[in-house]
């Protein structure tokens, strides 16, 4: 098969795997059969078991099929693509330090939103989205895009699973957390619903996150070849 099948069908097993094992109906089953820590086992067991193959995959058929478009020459999308894998970076870091409540592993209340959950409720997964699209930018071959599509298929769609997930299990007290917050970044603080205070300034996300980016820009030749974001 040609290699933008290969990856388009990873990817599709990844997400669909993915979304399957964490669903209403698989997912209370597993955990009834098998027990919670089991369950998160087997969870990362599929999901390693189908990103691996989609990055090896890629990894060795990188601008595969027709080129969709170009915009590599384009000095200010190169910067854009550069300040959105920035954002990504101090999202994630983030997202280590002030995890959302219905996170894996993460405590179920957090006393109110505070922090980077001022400006989104899932900055992870907003990190993944703008990891993908900021490479996408990039990458305009068929496969690549396919590639890196598959981060924000995964930030948008996790999110909004992982919210109607945690309404069921948690009921009112995530309702209100979720009424309190924004998917959209800023959105809360745009509309009133939440006030962003000095306190709130995550300094230790910044700079990790920026810490991470020149490392990136340095190593990304070396470690990936080509373009530093392609």
Same mark, same amino acid.
Request: charged share 10%; no cysteine.
């Given at each position: 098969?040609?290699?933008?099948?290969?990856?388009?069908? @990873?990817?599709?097993?990844?997400?669909?795997?993915?979304?399957?094992?964490?669903?209403?109906?698989?997912?209370? @089953?597993?955990?009834?059969?098998?027990?919670?820590?089991?369950?998160?086992?087997?969870?990362?067991?599929?999901?390693?078991?189908?990103?691996?193959?989609?990055?090896?995959?890629?990894?060795?058929?990188?601008?595969?099929?027709?080129?969709?478009?170009?915009?590599?020459?384009?000095?200010?999308?190169?910067?854009?693509? @550069?300040?959105?894998?920035?954002?990504?970076?101090?999202?994630?870091?983030?997202?280590?330090?002030?995890?959302?409540?219905?996170?894996?592993?993460?405590?179920?209340?957090?006393?109110?939103? /505070?922090?980077?959950?001022?400006?989104?409720?899932?900055?992870?997964?907003?990190?993944?989205?703008?990891?993908?699209?900021?490479?996408?930018?990039?990458?305009?071959?068929?496969?690549?895009?396919?590639?890196?599509?598959?981060?924000?298929?995964?930030?948008?769609?996790?999110?909004?699973?992982?919210?109607?997930?945690?309404? /069921?299990?948690?009921?009112? /007290?995530? /309702?209100?957390?979720?009424?309190?917050?924004?998917?959209?970044?800023?959105?809360?603080?745009?509309?009133?619903?939440?006030?962003?205070?000095?306190?709130?300034?995550?300094?230790?996300?910044?700079?990790?996150?920026?810490?991470?980016?020149?490392?990136?820009?340095?190593?990304?030749?070396?470690?990936?070849?080509?373009?530093?974001?392609?």
């Amino acid at each position: 098969m040609d290699a933008t099948v290969w990856i388009a069908l @990873w990817a599709a097993l990844f997400l669909g795997t993915h979304f399957a094992i964490s669903s209403a109906a698989v997912r209370p @089953w597993l955990i009834g059969a098998v027990g919670e820590q089991p369950y998160r086992g087997i969870y990362s067991l599929v999901a390693f078991a189908t990103l691996g193959p989609l990055i090896y995959e890629f990894a060795y058929n990188k601008h595969a099929g027709p080129m969709l478009w170009y915009l590599r020459a384009d000095a200010p999308i190169r910067w854009l693509a @550069w300040i959105l894998m920035f954002i990504a970076l101090v999202l994630f870091v983030a997202s280590l330090i002030n995890p959302n409540p219905g996170g894996l592993g993460a405590p179920a209340s957090s006393g109110g939103p /505070r922090g980077v959950l001022k400006i989104t409720r899932h900055p992870g997964f907003v990190a993944f989205t703008l990891f993908g699209l900021g490479h996408m930018m990039m990458n305009g071959w068929l496969g690549d895009a396919i590639f890196f599509g598959t981060f924000p298929a995964l930030g948008i769609i996790g999110g909004m699973h992982q919210d109607a997930r945690k309404i /069921r299990e948690l009921g009112e /007290r995530y /309702r209100e957390f979720k009424a309190k917050t924004s998917f959209v970044p800023f959105a809360a603080l745009v509309s009133g619903r939440q006030r962003w205070t000095s306190g709130d300034m995550p300094w230790a996300a910044i700079g990790a996150g920026a810490v991470l980016t020149i490392a990136i820009v340095a190593l990304h030749p070396m470690m990936f070849g080509g373009h530093p974001i392609g």
